[in-house]
């Protein structure tokens, strides 16, 4: 069948249907008599706007959706209106609407508009596209007439997403009453600098904004230079999902696809109801402009979805063998594709960081509680960038509550947080592999370009009751991550996080042949953990308050600096075979017994100018067990993507030579660095321009602990044997089998004798 405007339709090619409504209302007839019929329904070129969002149940069980090309054909959210305009200054229209109209987006020859805002809108400003500190103060409210119904944004103040408020009126001292900041499961105030208003008329100051006022039911709009409104298409967005596919567990919806359409213009959801995602900072809104729930074995191929307000594709509780491939999705106000699972599914949930089930009163049989999950899905050969363009806690892939999700080949870039995200440890068995993830975390902070969380039963803030339930229980994460998810052959780059953030409690990873590019791999509070055969560009491993028995393995890595390690009760189950850039980064692992066989010094990558970070032959990396891997499968892989696709920036490569400025290392979590100038020699009293200064210190460090080492020391001897820089330091640390140490610090221009515990 085809859909179509022309007179007498029958669902042929010569007579098509008038609409996509018509023809699925004919294929559920059709269905009704012959319930074993092959149904497709062929959209010929050209724009559908719907009315209402399509309704796919098991009763169109196996149909297909399908345009000619998704450059021919599109789905639209939108309706068209007709309106007469009338100047309302010098540079404003004014039009009257229809008053059941109800838009958050105005569209003019294909081009959405901006709604009125504080800032206006700038696309090289950094969080959202211009943010004032001033946006709703007391003084700006003043200057409206009509506050309520503006909406109000701004980030986490932490930068961990963002929150969205409706001003419902003003108080007696001039500040605005708010309505909403259900977005983000980790509460705060709202980031007292980014900030942004819109829908506020007095705001509407720019070409190209616009402002409807739902009392008058008239529509402001400053065009801009190269918009004549007598002989323009105006469109409105009115609908904010467009199919939704839709059965239950015990009866799904089987073998629908949808392909070949361009799906546009939908309402922004970010003042729906939202729920939390466990314990993850994440809260959801269960919806997408395409929703499935209760499938199995159905298609999204090879269509592009743009200008869409809130989630692309939502897929919702017990869905089996879902394929979501080659789409380009852009330009989209929330995440891009989304597994989320039933807490029902969860044994002994908990929604909040705060939150935890006591042992005494907790499910500790390990696995799903019920079948109401995505499983057994893949994301593959998709081109991801730009979304999250209004909401900020959003992914270019979301998982949670899900199993044996595989996300393969993937360009993802250009987002505010993560490129992808995995928000807790129910139930693993995903595989991420050749996706290409970089720049992200633009709008946010303390995140990476891959980005998970672990705060399942075994994890709570609690940290000293938390330490002792797992060396009771020592296999308690598999309760909840029952299988290892792999992180596979891709290239990630964050410059605003980590390229790989595995979070509080993230357990049960395997993590290998992974190229990153700026910000290396923390590992922090989880178990058994294994990352071998990476390559961490300029950068190292960041150990974050491991477990004593956290098992973890770190082995046959080249990195680019020493370990970042931060509160750890233990360095893991095995650090070793390792690449480091010179002797003293990998010394100081030396310290605590690691890396005893691990070497350093140039790697010898083959091409890093042309992202080409393979070893040469000759490499001294491929001594310590370094197998190189493919440097040219990396994100999508369809040609015509391929053609437009970006790909990361260059890193600069850092000098690792020992000629380099002396680095900043850690030790016992108080920073040092080697005395390395006649300045330095000068104002520390010294004799000579040798030693290692105490540049910080952490007060609970035992160095630190019964009048040990000060911020400003000079360290000159140690365990009676002199000390020129930090490489003799470590080694006589690694040589020293005792916990204690004696010292010969320069402190005030004065040498000191000093005792100190090194643990």
Not at 444 to 473: E, Q, V, Y
Not at 530 to 554: K, T
Not at 590 to 596: A, E, S, V, W
Not at 661 to 668: E, F, G, K, Q
């Amino acid at each position: 069948m085809t859909a179509h405007k022309i007179e007498q339709p029958n669902g042929s090619k010569e007579q098509p249907f008038a609409t996509l409504e018509d023809a699925v209302k004919k294929a559920s007839e059709l269905r009704e008599q012959h319930a074993n019929l092959k149904i497709e329904i062929h959209l010929l070129p050209g724009n559908y706007n719907l009315e209402n969002a399509i309704k796919i149940t098991p009763k169109l069980n196996g149909i297909s959706i399908k345009g000619t090309a998704a450059s021919e054909v599109t789905i639209k959210g939108s309706k068209k209106v007709s309106l007469n305009w009338e100047s309302y200054n010098d540079t404003i229209f004014v039009a009257d609407v229809d008053p059941d109209l109800d838009f958050d987006q105005l569209i003019i020859n294909g081009d959405p508009q901006i709604l009125a805002r504080y800032p206006n809108y700038d696309e090289a400003a950094h969080y959202w596209n211009g943010s004032a500190a001033d946006a709703i103060s007391k003084e700006r409210i003043a200057t409206w007439k009509h506050p309520k119904g503006a909406y109000f944004h701004a980030l986490h103040n932490g930068k961990w997403g963002g929150f969205h408020f409706v001003i419902t009126g003003v108080n007696e001292d001039g500040t605005a009453i708010l309505e909403g900041g259900q977005q983000n499961n980790r509460g705060s105030k709202p980031h007292e600098e980014f900030r942004m208003v819109e829908n506020v008329f007095e705001e509407l100051d720019n070409p190209g904004e616009w402002y409807l006022d739902s009392e008058t039911h008239k529509l402001y709009y400053w065009p801009t230079k190269n918009i004549n409104l007598e002989s323009s298409t105006i469109e409105v967005a009115v609908l904010k999902d467009l199919i939704q596919v839709v059965g239950t567990l015990e009866n799904p919806v089987k073998d629908v696809t949808i392909s070949g359409i361009t799906f546009k213009y939908t309402k922004r959801t970010f003042m729906e109801d939202y729920e939390p995602l466990l314990r993850s900072d994440w809260s959801i809104y269960r919806g997408g402009v395409l929703f499935f729930e209760g499938t199995e074995n159905c298609n999204i191929t090879d269509n592009e979805f743009t200008h869409l307000g809130g989630n692309v594709i939502m897929v919702s509780k017990y869905n089996s063998g879902l394929l979501v491939m080659g789409n380009h999705i852009h330009e989209n106000g929330a995440s891009a594709v989304s597994f989320v699972g039933d807490p029902s599914a969860v044994r002994s949930p908990s929604f909040n960081y705060g939150q935890f089930v006591d042992l005494k009163d907790m499910d500790t049989v390990a696995g799903p509680k019920n079948e109401l999950y995505p499983r057994n899905c893949v994301v593959e050969d998709n081109l991801i960038y730009r979304i999250g363009r209004i909401e900020k806690q959003t992914a270019g892939v979301e998982i949670a509550m899900a199993m044996d999700i595989t996300v393969s080949h993937n360009s993802i870039y250009d987002v505010p947080r993560a490129g992808i995200n995995i928000g807790d440890g129910t139930w693993g068995g995903h595989i991420l592999e050749y996706n290409d993830v970089f720049n992200t975390v633009l709008e946010t902070s303390d995140h990476g370009s891959f980005n998970s969380w672990g705060r399942d039963r075994f994890w709570l803030p609690k940290r000293h009751k938390m330490d002792s339930i797992t060396m009771a229980i020592p296999n308690m994460y598999t309760w909840d991550a029952v299988k290892t998810t792999i992180i596979r052959n891709n290239r990630f780059r964050c410059d605003h996080g980590w390229d790989v953030d595995l979070d509080d409690g993230s357990s049960n990873y395997h993590i290998y042949n992974n190229l990153m590019l700026n910000n290396g791999l923390k590992l922090r509070e989880g178990f058994n953990r294994v990352a071998e055969n990476n390559i961490m560009v300029n950068n190292s491993l960041h150990p974050h308050v491991w477990f004593a028995n956290s098992e973890d393995v770190f082995k046959h890595n080249i990195i680019g600096d020493a370990y970042q390690d931060v509160g750890l009760l233990g360095w893991g189950k095995e650090l070793d075979y390792n690449f480091f850039p010179n002797e003293v980064s990998m010394m100081k692992s030396q310290i605590y017994d690691r890396d005893l066989h691990s070497a350093y010094g140039d790697p010898m990558f083959k091409d890093p100018k042309h992202l080409d970070f393979s070893v040469t032959e000759n490499s001294p990396a491929l001594k310590i067990g370094f197998k190189n891997f493919p440097m040219d499968q990396f994100g999508v892989q369809k040609e015509s993507f391929k053609k437009i696709a970006k790909t990361p920036e260059v890193p600069i490569l850092k000098d690792p030579s020992e000629k380099q400025s002396s680095p900043v290392v850690a030790w016992l979590r108080n920073q040092l660095k080697s005395v390395e100038s006649q300045q330095e020699q000068s104002a520390y009293g010294l004799n000579s321009a040798e030693g290692v200064i105490v540049l910080n210190i952490w007060k609970p460090s035992p160095a630190v602990q019964n009048n040990g080492i000060k911020k400003g020391d000079v360290i000159l001897q140690a365990d009676g044997k002199l000390v020129k820089n930090v490489q003799d330091f470590f080694s006589i640390n690694v040589e020293n089998s005792t916990h204690e140490m004696e010292l010969v610090v320069m402190r005030n221009q004065s040498e000191k004798t000093i005792n100190i515990k090194t643990k």
